[in-house]
């Protein structure tokens, strides 16, 4: 069947229902013209290239279900791409709703490829990081027209979603010279393209040729990430002007997109204070008209490395329950390696309890059915329905296997000086036997 | 020198600096004034047992830094002491300010002792559980005496604080029934108080004989924690009638206390969706006229057992940023089994993140200033600095030197991409090679 609609909005501004907008609405409980209407509206994307074929659609909205991604790739240090496949199938199986390819050595086309060709999730890039890669010359050499042939690349391979940088200017150089922040610049690829322009005296291609972008995007219904090259990278620099005057222009592109059909999600912070993030989230919420924020973190505090998942799960729990609608995970080796298999399901499963312990928050229709089952299975010593509802199950089932309690109606932490035993019995009238 | 006073609040009420007034302003950069009125008021307590001669005295308050509480003690399935001692220390070093003896098998008397003589935590317990084991004879058959008895013996160990749950009664008995909650009731000791009552015929003697305790507590300087036997076990549950009952009869037991210069702390949830947390923590300082409020999570979701370290540590965070002044942690091992040693510590960096993030949410007096050197050692590439402030030094290094980089100015996250790098090159005006 031939589309007659270019991207997933214009489709939404026609009145047509597509594919995709029938199975989220079904994921999410919401009739299919509510869906319509909002991806209409810019506040949810269903990132969906027309070349990825085998993509399981997910809408992204804050009022929907909050979705969590996973970034993996090689990098020079670490370069074994059966490894990230690894770590593909680890996210997928999971429930992992989106992957990040931010591969920065070698060969970068066939796992790129491989992934829009057999992947499920939805599939981000950072075509600066691959810029240099696929031209394998160094950044100050290369021209706009070169950075913006892998976006075009990129949505040909089938990519989803691309995270571009197109917030920062030429006067951001300016404004990070005088605002003296303790981190700079964070965001790689943000700072790829600071020094881009500072080696070439150019403006940000990627603001300079939106237009040009957007009309690749809206070829192949690429959704575009825009990137927060002034995130903070530490407590410090949170929600200062450098971050919000890059929000404010990412607001005036979210309109510039929209008008153009394109798919839009707005990046956001990043390291910040706990009583900073709600505030946060309204702010993008306003200034960017509802498009649906990507947050990475928010990291809470800064003196956690090796359990930045932690640190990022409370931030991101809050941020989602304050309206960021998408989280990017982040794994115990942030700021020290890159994550290995075992991190990346540390990272995963962290992320996933702060978007469910956000959408229970938010009264995401049938977000508690789990947890309720999880209660019911408890009160009644159903171990095996226990784990059937876990986040993890084979975990949870080998601590408690690891030291078994002498009674199966308990586990070792009490024994029978357990509650739950002592109440059923108490409630039926039964003696109760603790020594 | 004799002391002329029994309590620390008995003695900020006569208007005397105790010494341990004295290390707690100097800790917390408050004026000893400042401590002795909020003493006086109830709003901070210092736990600390007249027995307890080599203890480091803390405040907990919720205008004072956040103070964490570590449970261990053998049960009738995991009995190993030794291995309970390398948890006591490896509380102590990681910063813990107080230690919950929950023991309930075997000889408690030695292991308590020791802990009073020779750690310089607080030392809490739940007297009610070590009642069956002291006297070697089943719940049914302990007299209101026997009970209290075991409060005594405890006080006089030099106990620096016990939970007691004397906010529940025989009219609990059928509001519970009556409710009909998913989890009943899940507080170890309040289920011991439960069934007794229920067993006896009796009402609860922790609630008749309040008076008879609180002079006991007063003569050692013993700090009542009013247990909550009602706190939600499950989402479902949170901040139903049984709880909230509960608090409003803890509140009144916190104003007798008070009148015998008892100090006070109230435990709280629990279970609890995220968006509850800010009202319960608001309710409680309303009900309790501001005494500390020390909880045991809360627990942001049901469903992921054998990660109710991170589930809590996200509740945790929210509820010391609204007004929480005490967390005890959750180990990963929480609902399954027995926390073992490495449990216990990812338990306790959990709630130090958690406690962390809310001091500099509340904007604690140089909460702070360990991110801020994080900050300026990673902009600097000081790697040494970094461990030096982080939390788990340990861990942090080993992740990174588990894959090293090719450069020592990267990691192997990103190699030559990183971000930190090229913009130290960048603002130096210095030529930026990435590949």
Known sequence: ????????????????????????????????????????QGKVTICANKNHKCLDPEGVGSML??????????????????????????????GAEAIMDLSSHGNTIPFRRKLTSECPAMIGTVPVYDSVIHYQRDLATLTAKDLI?????????????????????RHTIDQIKKHKRKMNIV???????????CMTGNENPFY?????????????????????????????????????????????LTKRAWAKDVQVMVEGPGHMPMDQIEANMKIQQSICMGAPFYVLGPLVTDIAPGYDHITS??????????????????????????????????????????????????????????????????????????????LDPETAKTIRDSRAPEHDDTCSMCGKFCAVRSMNKALEGEYIDIL
Not at 71 to 88: A, F, Q, T
Not at 187 to 197: E, K, N, P
Not at 213 to 232: H, M
């Open 65 to 94: 279900r909050t979705k969590i991604n996973v970034n993996l790739g090689v990098s020079r240090d670490c370069k074994d791409y059966d490894i990230e496949m690894k770590k593909v199938q680890a996210a997928v199986d999971m």
């Open 208 to 252: 300079e040729y939106y237009d040009e972008i957007l009309d690749i995007c809206r070829e192949y219904d690429v959704t575009i990430s825009l990137g927060d090259a002034c995130r903070p990278g530490c407590l410090a620099d949170a929600s200062d002007v450098c971050q919000i005057e890059e929000l404010v222009r990412l607001g005036e």
């Open 313 to 390: 799960a409370i931030g991101g729990a809050i941020a989602a329950a304050s309206g960021a609608a998408f989280l990017c995970y982040v794994t115990p080796a942030e700021h020290l390696a890159l994550p290995n298999v075992d991190d990346v399901k540390q990272g995963i499963i962290a992320s996933k309890i702060a978007a469910h312990a956000a959408d229970i928050a938010k009264k995401i229709p049938h977000a508690m059915d789990r947890d309720n089952e999880m209660a019911d299975a408890r009160r009644t010593f159903r171990w095996d329905d226990q784990w059937a509802v876990s």
């Open 149 to 169: 042939d892998v976006v075009r690349l990129h949505a040909e391979d089938g990519v989803d979603f691309v995270t571009l940088h197109c917030g920062i200017t």
């Open 1 to 40: 069947m031939e589309k007659n609609y270019s991207t997933q909005m214009e489709a939404a501004k026609m009145g047509i229902v597509t594919p995709e907008m029938k199975i989220v609405a079904k994921k999410e409980y919401r009739t299919e013209e509510e869906i319509r209407e909002l991806v209409a």
């Open 187 to 197: 965001s790689r690829g943000g700072s790829l393209i600071f020094a881009w322009m």
